[in-house]
């Protein structure tokens, strides 16, 4: 661990611009990392926020494929959506880049051609899954197949979303092809890997030793798991026709790999912004008193802690991370989030359907965070984080002061008289604050430092509610000054540690105090004056509004639309039966008839007693659709009846047939309907 870093560069996980930003990114990758970055910005620290599109790889290719668009388009128009969405939400990036660009083209390949000239890439030829259909070698998203490990039927060529295996397409068992279908075919091509197996000892010392007590248990955890099954040369290097074509001669037709090509995207982004800026971009990745960050999400671990430093390694002249804190996966209303399935909350559409909530989200992200195993988001649990913590307690507390001080004094802080025990004692816990909250912000535990910001608004609202001062203000006037410029301590205490987590909250409340810039987080500790008596604030606004019933239930109205219309999408047919003759067929006797009478069979929730006019006789049919329709909306109803089934006793009631029903695609029973012009007794063959 570095102790005094000079400076900080901190990397954010490059988002792949096949598809929007949700939920999921953020708890995960870019709500942590933006409050650290924020945070250390506060403390005066030299901090390079970086990130960019992950555009290359195979994934891009098939969105394009099957959106019926260039790769180029397809990445231009997610890379505009995901750089808004982030602006919109308060990301603070100090550079977000594009792997497309040219700077990262040049990075990248000669960041390759370094270590070809060294010598640290094995040349191979090696039998790889081939298409011959589609006439062409598969990338490994390429294919679906049977985990080895887990068993898993529906396993990527390069990794188990099911086990987070990391794979081989040619482990894959009973392999497919996403382009034809057909099963591939082996076939020989010439590549280069880098031999992960030259850097175990390192690897080994480096994390198993050296950084066994402050990296992330789960980091930590999968790391030694994947040191532990041996280490193997991986390819850089893929048969592709989108991405940066590898370097050398006798590679055409090939790209280099996107997890080869991807991480060098936080170096040629923070190239790209050192440009801008008018800065030395080196120091911030090869300097030894900076302290490198990688946030991510629990996928990436692999990619970031074994393979980008072997990277890092063999080339020599770069610092390493000096963590990783991964968090695990964010779930939504208790399923697996998933891009292709729709099911998710997206930025974008989160923005346009509550504007000006951004604080909520991250507030509610931050506050059940995945930072020690999944979590579950549901919008009930977001609704009452904003009703009972936002508004009820900081919104509140907020609220009160500002209401009071221009009630009582026009909005100028009043010249406080002498402290009392509770006074000087309020004031001491408020000054402690920035360092409880820096220590868990320093450890990464933003959840936990959530939690302390959360203390800081119920240490001014049970101030208030033990002092009193609209009761105290008729008989001891004096001593409300005292009371209210305590209490406004606190709030200009506020508007400063809240920033790194509500930013947009810190910024309404500094220009209502009208404090914007005054003041820094160690001032809170240091200064016992931080908004000084004759300052005049601004009018009271509301910092948190309620949140209705009426727009969550919108929300999760639109997430059970969308999972409805994911079952009838993947909903597959019922295997034929086996083949009957027509003399089978020709025994049933299938007829139009007509619901007359319908009651609920008693101390039965599924069976409904029906009376149903056959044409050749009125009969006694009892059917187990209690569940789906009600006695009173099924009267006069058409149905198919199969007249000839041998009786049944049922609860004590003969039934004398069935009628014909069957599923829609939410799985609700519906009835198989003769056309209305059809007589009862006609017969069905």
Not at 96 to 108: G, L, P, V, W
Not at 146 to 171: F, M, R, V
Not at 305 to 320: H, R, T
Request: aromatic share 10%; net charge negative; glycine share 6%.
């Amino acid at each position: 661990m570095i102790q005094e870093p000079k400076r900080y560069t901190i990397t954010a996980a490059l988002p792949y611009t096949n598809g929007p930003i949700h939920i999921g990114h953020l708890a995960g990758v870019y709500v942590p990392s933006d409050i650290y970055a924020r945070f250390l910005r506060l403390q005066g620290r030299d901090v390079a926020f970086i990130c960019g599109s992950d555009e290359h790889g195979v994934a891009i290719s098939m969105k394009a494929k099957k959106e019926g668009i260039t790769p180029q388009e397809v990445i231009d128009k997610y890379h505009t959506l995901i750089k808004k969405s982030f602006e919109d939400f308060g990301i603070s990036f100090d550079n977000y880049s594009r792997t497309s660009a040219k700077i990262h083209h040049d990075t990248a390949s000669q960041f390759f051609r370094t270590l070809y000239d060294k010598g640290d890439f094995i040349e191979e030829v090696t039998e790889q899954l081939y298409d011959a259909k589609a006439n062409q070698f598969l990338a490994d998203r390429f294919v679906i197949g049977t985990c080895p490990k887990c068993g898993n039927e529906e396993a990527y060529g390069d990794q188990c979303e099911k086990c987070g295996s990391s794979l081989n397409a040619t482990d894959l068992i009973n392999p497919k092809s996403t382009i034809t279908g057909e099963t591939p075919i082996l076939k020989s091509t010439k590549h280069w890997f880098l031999p992960l197996d030259r850097y175990d000892a390192f690897l080994r010392e480096w994390i198993l030793v050296g950084h066994k007590n402050d990296w992330k248990p789960n980091v930590y955890g999968q790391v030694k798991s994947w040191l532990e099954d041996g280490l193997k040369p991986r390819a850089v290097t893929r048969d592709l026709d989108w991405g940066i074509p590898v370097p050398v001669e006798g590679a055409e037709g090939k790209v280099l790999y996107v997890w080869f090509d991807a991480p060098i995207g936080y170096i040629s982004s923070t190239k790209e912004w050192a440009q801008r800026e008018g800065k030395d971009w080196e120091p911030y990745w090869k300097s030894d008193d900076t302290k490198l960050v990688h946030f991510i999400g629990k996928d990436n671990i692999v990619f970031h802690c074994v393979i980008f430093p072997a990277m890092l390694k063999a080339e020599g002249s770069y610092i390493l991370p000096d963590n990783v804190p991964a968090n695990e996966f964010l779930n939504l209303e208790g399923n697996k989030l998933s891009t292709s399935k729709n099911w998710a909350v997206w930025l974008h559409e989160y923005l346009e359907d509550f504007p000006e909530k951004q604080d909520v989200l991250r507030y509610a992200l931050t506050s059940n965070a995945p930072e020690t195993k999944d979590n579950d988001f549901t919008w009930k649990d977001f609704q009452a984080r904003n009703n009972n913590e936002l508004v009820a307690i900081f919104g509140n507390f907020i609220n009160r002061v500002v209401v009071l001080t221009n009630k009582y004094y026009d909005g100028i802080v009043p010249q406080p008289n002498e402290f009392s025990e509770i006074d000087e004692a309020t004031l001491t816990e408020l000054k402690a604050y920035p360092a409880v909250i820096a220590s868990s912000v320093e450890r990464y535990r933003f959840r936990e430092a959530l939690g302390e910001l959360m203390n800081v608004a119920r240490l001014g609202n049970k101030y208030l509610a033990d002092e009193e001062p609209w009761k105290v203000i008729k008989d001891n006037p004096e001593r409300v000054k005292t009371q209210m410029y305590v209490a406004l301590q606190i709030a200009g205490a506020l508007s400063v540690l809240a920033e790194p987590f509500l930013p947009f909250t810190a910024q309404k409340l500094a220009r209502i105090l009208k404090t914007g810039g005054q003041f820094s987080w160690n001032d809170i500790t240091e200064n016992s004056d931080l908004i000084s008596a004759g300052h005049k604030i601004g009018e009271a606004e509301l910092l948190f509004a309620k949140i209705e019933d009426e727009e969550i239930q919108k929300q999760v109205d639109k997430l059970e639309a969308t999972k409805t219309a994911n079952k009838a999408e993947n909903k597959k047919a019922e295997p034929q039966k086996d083949l009957i003759q027509y003399e089978d067929f020709a025994k049933m006797d299938l007829r139009v008839g007509t619901i007359l009478e319908a009651e609920k069979m008693p101390k039965a929730n599924k069976l409904l007693v029906l009376k149903i006019d056959t044409g050749i006789d009125i009969r006694t049919i009892v059917s187990g659709i209690a569940e789906s329709f009600t006695p009173e909306e099924i009267i006069g109803k058409k149905v198919t009846v199969l007249a000839n089934l041998a009786p049944r006793n049922l609860r004590g009631v003969e039934s004398q047939g069935m009628i014909l029903m069957t599923t829609n695609p939410e799985g609700k029973l519906v009835f198989v309907n003769p056309d209305a012009e059809a007589g009862n007794g006609e017969t069905i063959n």
